[in-house]
């Protein structure tokens, strides 16, 4: 069985940074993406950034340019960087974890970490 578990939200201040880290543990198995998703209060979750077991990456327009994705894979950890945070990035952030293990896929989410950005 795997889990994962989301640290680095917070509050903070238009324009400064925070670091969310998400690490996945359990036995046998193996991660072939990563990624952010996002959900603020009365919208739908959106995709802000994601990373393949490759290294390929994709972003929201909304981030490009201020967020980054990277991930350990020896750690089986992916971070999102996020610099010149804007009010409206505030949301609760969820971890999205797609793999296989011993014998079948999975498709994980973190239990979500708040990030809030005042004004």
């Known amino acids: 069985q795997v889990q994962l578990v989301e640290s680095g939200g917070g509050l903070v201040q238009a324009g400064e940074s925070l670091r969310l880290s998400c690490a996945a543990s359990g036995s046998r198995f193996n991660i072939n993406e990563m990624g952010w998703y996002r959900q603020a209060p009365g919208k739908q979750r959106e995709l802000v950034a994601i990373i393949s077991s490759g290294g390929s990456t994709r972003y929201a327009d909304s981030v490009k340019g201020r967020f980054t994705i990277s991930r350990d894979s020896a750690k089986n950890t992916a971070y999102l960087q996020m610099s010149s945070l804007k009010p409206e990035d505030t949301a609760v952030y969820y971890c999205?974890?797609?793999?296989?293990?011993?014998?079948?896929?999975?498709?994980?989410w973190g239990q979500g970490t708040q990030v809030t950005v005042s004004s």
């Open positions: 999205n974890v797609l793999g296989t293990g011993r014998y079948s896929t999975f498709d994980l």
